[in-house]
């Protein structure tokens, strides 16, 4: 049972790692929710894995009965399904407005909100030697700012 739990936290983990690193907005945010499913396994796992009582404290007693669940890593879980699913809503309505307003997902050729090159009080971008994108992919991404909807 347990190293199930572990090879499914592992999975876990590595599928949302993989969709994070998406370039795509939609897989980006798909990630961060399934890495948030990994991190609630890792601390419902923290807990303990196995049969147990149920955590109630008995008529009389002032603590828990032996061999009963602990409570605090479910309330945790709990309570990061219901942030992480607000947060997920809250990110597809912004992809949405995103997708809207520029017609792309791509993470890559969303350059709306850096400044142009030439703009006469931001510095420049960074060319290819420093870093920066190449000459094609600023290229690339000006004909997405130059249609939006201002």
Known sequence: MTWTLVAAIWATLFAGITLLLSRDLLRA???????????????????????????????????????????????????AIVIGLALACFAF??????????????????RIAEPLPDHPYYPPHPGPDDGG??????????????????
């Open 29 to 79: 945010i798909l990630g961060s929710m399934i890495l948030g499913s990994a991190v609630n396994l890792m601390i419902f796992a923290a807990g303990r894995v196995g049969p147990s009582g149920p955590a109630i404290v008995p008529y009389g007693t002032q603590a828990l009965a032996e061999g009963s669940a602990n409570p605090l890593p479910q309330a945790l879980v709990l309570t």
């Open 93 to 110: 309505v912004l992809i949405q407005g995103i997708v809207t307003a520029t017609g792309t997902a791509d993470s890559t050729r969303l």
């Open 133 to 150: 994108p190449s000459p094609a992919a600023t290229e690339a991404a000006r004909p997405v700012a130059a249609e939006a909807p201002r």
